[in-house]
């Protein structure tokens, strides 16, 4: 039996954890890479790791969503949280024995691929804990606390980075891991088991593809969001993962401490994007209609242009650094009630049993353009030196043709 209240005991334990959970994510996240970053200087490298560090993620995540459809869900989020503190404190002993590129790239695999089998059992329960009018302003406050979280990780990340160095951020990551762990033991999901014939495979073959079939033929619409948000990722996604910390921390011609610091508020703000984001979700949750969400993604791909522009202009660096920062909090609040309006709209469509495997599949698909477009804008960066406003503005028009033929689809419905 569902609660009738939104904040029931459950879901406010769920939101805690996540709030606990997400913030030692959001800090490692960005304390890692730019450690990478800070010892090579090389956009090619950073975009290179942090592509692999996406194929566990693409690998793990439907497998995630298989498991959240037959094991209990908070089991899950418990021993992953355990997990990701264990291979936090291994990286921390090992660190300082050689080959950093190395136990970088494996503890980032590790982390993403932990994140990528997490996240479909927390999206999967929002359905067993709340009704289904409560699906849009339950995703908008775990879109909320997960951007929350990513603002405060990065800026506390940022500081203490910049002071003290990578161990003492660790260190609070792991903390905060363990917090979360014991705190999610308390929670109660209802479970229903499902039946497995034949082995292990065939279990996940057939789960697999009864996903497949059902966003292809059952629910088309979904399939054709699907691909566009993976030509957003590629394009768009990807130019801002790799372009802010290159950008701030190795062109803008800022002293090393003050660029690391900014760069921790750049993030800041791409998580207070998210965050605005996820508020005017909730807030604006009835006016959300399902025909005009092309209308966010071209707002995204127009917030792009003004980036390029800055770059191209002889300004200031901090002026730079002020028009790179506004414009991705801008696509930030546009993405994520973008995010927000599909994630509700694909668990308002699919049946119960389905849930966990159909948004595994969703959040492996749309992954896969992730990796491919970190190294493609890595090198064009590197290749482009000098010259950054140029993959900036590819971006820019690639994302808004994109913008413009799913805006299409949404209004066919």
Known sequence: MKNQRLFSKDFTLVVIGQIVSLFGNATIRFALPLYLLNHTGSSALYGTVTACAFVPAILLSPVGGMVADRVNKRNIMVALDFFTAAVILGFTLLLGGGHLVLLLTVTLMLLYGIAGAYQPAVQASIPALVEQEQFMAANS??????SFAALMGPVLGGILYSAFGLEPVLWVCMVCFVLSAVMEIFIRIPFQRQASEGSILLTVRRDFGQSVRFIRKDRPVIGKALLAVCGINLFL??????ALPYLVTEVLELEAAQANRLYGFAEGALAAGGLAGGIGAGLFAKRLKIRRAGNLITACALCVFPMGAALMLPVLGMTRYLVLTLCCFAVMVFS?????????FVQAQTPGHLIGKVISVILTVSMCAQPLGNAMYGVLFEVCDGTEYIPVFFSGAVSLAIALGAGKVFRRL
Do not use: D
Request: aromatic content about 4%; overall charge neutral.
């Open 336 to 344: 994520t009630m973008f995010s927000v309006q599909m994630m509700s």
């Open 141 to 146: 406050i775990i879109n909320t606390i997960s």
């Open 237 to 242: 996604s990807a130019m801002i993962v790799v």
